[in-house]
T-cell receptor, first 114, second 111 residues
């Protein structure tokens, strides 16, 4: 595997379910990100992890819970979601350095909450 | 805080015509600028980036962008559109350890 992978690619869940999204990067990067992409809305940064520590949480509801056990893996645990949480969830990674840090994205998980 | 404005949520060109996607940024420090492309049901793919040095940046798939500090712009161009260029394009500016994205421009290519 190369680049950034995400599983599952598609997920349908009820509002009372608990599920997790998984992201793995094979690039040796030290920072990872979760984004939410909804139709007709700009890309929303949800969480940033740098060196496995959460450095940013952009006022995301507590029904989304991230976990970064090591620099290669990132999870997003989901529970009691709402229909408006249906979206494409994108994971990205980068190598932090002075100045611009280009991010490499996974293919995303298309989440539908019923 | 840094911000990005992409002019035109939809752009339509004929196959073989010039592609021009506009991006203006606001940054309090020398910016690092990026263009990404997203095909349906896929993640974002880096097209090109500007960090320092030459202001005309060449990317993949024949795209290029020019950093113009006086105009705070970083427009994306391609001399001749191909059907496979139909996608959504995002401009982004670096803000510390984050990227701030524009709202995106959907490019349609007509045969």
């Amino acid at each position: 595997e190369t680049g950034v992978t995400q599983t599952p690619r598609h997920l349908v869940m009820g509002m009372t379910n608990k599920k997790s999204l998984k992201c793995e990067q094979h690039l040796g990067h030290n920072a990872m990100y979760w984004y939410k992409q909804s139709a007709k809305k700009p890309l929303e940064l949800m969480f940033v992890y740098s060196l496995e520590e959460r450095v940013e949480n952009n006022s995301v509801p507590s029904r989304f819970s991230p976990e970064c056990p090591n620099s290669s893996h990132l999870f997003l645990h989901l529970h009691t979601l709402q229909p408006e949480d249906s979206a494409l969830y994108l994971c990205a990674s980068s190598q932090e350095e002075q100045g611009g840090n280009e991010q490499y994205f996974g293919p995303g998980t298309r989440l539908t909450v019923t | 805080a840094q911000s990005v404005t992409q002019l035109g949520s939809h752009v339509s060109v004929s196959e073989g015509a010039l592609v021009l996607l506009r991006c203006n940024y606001s940054s309090s420090v020398p910016p690092y600028l990026f263009w990404y492309v997203q095909y349906p049901n896929q993640g974002l793919q880096l097209l090109l980036k500007y960090t320092t040095g030459a202001t005309l940046v060449k990317g993949i798939n024949g795209f290029e962008a020019e950093f113009k500090k006086s105009e705070t712009s970083f427009h994306l161009t391609k001399p001749s559109a191909h059907m496979s260029d139909a996608a959504e394009y995002f401009c982004a500016v670096s803000d510390g350890n984050k990227l701030v994205f524009g709202a995106g421009t959907i490019l349609r290519v007509k045969s």
